[in-house]
């Protein structure tokens, strides 16, 4: 499988964990701790299908600073979005324990914003990852 088609299967990954947490929204009470964890894989995804598709094997880590500074090595781009990757790496996680971790709505409604801001700049730079 060349590249472009691996880049393009983690962006297709990365979208369905991002609609996934659009959908739960829904959901009553709201899943405020798992909307977090979701939209923190859908940025997860789209840095590492970026790294992918740049010909770098990404590493098997959750934390989203390393993969934010991986692709700033490639483009300095990636430095606009290094707040929203700081502010979701806690979910990957701590979201889906019981730890000693209390998320908020505001929270939630944060990490929607983040996730979003990834897979733009991620787009916006990388478009042959939409199939």
Not at 16 to 25: F, G, R, T
Not at 87 to 94: M, R, S
Request: aromatic content about 6%.
């Amino acid at each position: 499988m060349d590249k472009v088609t691996q880049a393009q299967e983690w962006q297709k990954f990365a979208t369905m964990d991002l609609e996934s947490a659009e959908y739960l929204l829904k959901m009553h009470p709201t899943p405020v701790e798992i909307i977090c964890y979701h939209c923190q894989q859908s940025a997860e995804k789209y840095l590492k299908g970026y790294l992918v598709l740049c010909g770098k094997n990404p590493p098997k880590v959750h934390d989203l600073d390393e993969l934010c500074k991986l692709c700033t090595g490639i483009s300095d781009n990636f430095k606009n979005i290094a707040d929203h990757c700081s502010d979701l790496t806690a979910y990957g996680v701590h979201s889906r324990y019981p730890m000693e971790i209390m998320l908020e709505e505001q929270d939630m409604l944060q990490a929607l914003i983040s996730a979003k801001a990834i897979r733009d700049l991620v787009l916006a730079i990388a478009p042959e990852m939409m199939p």
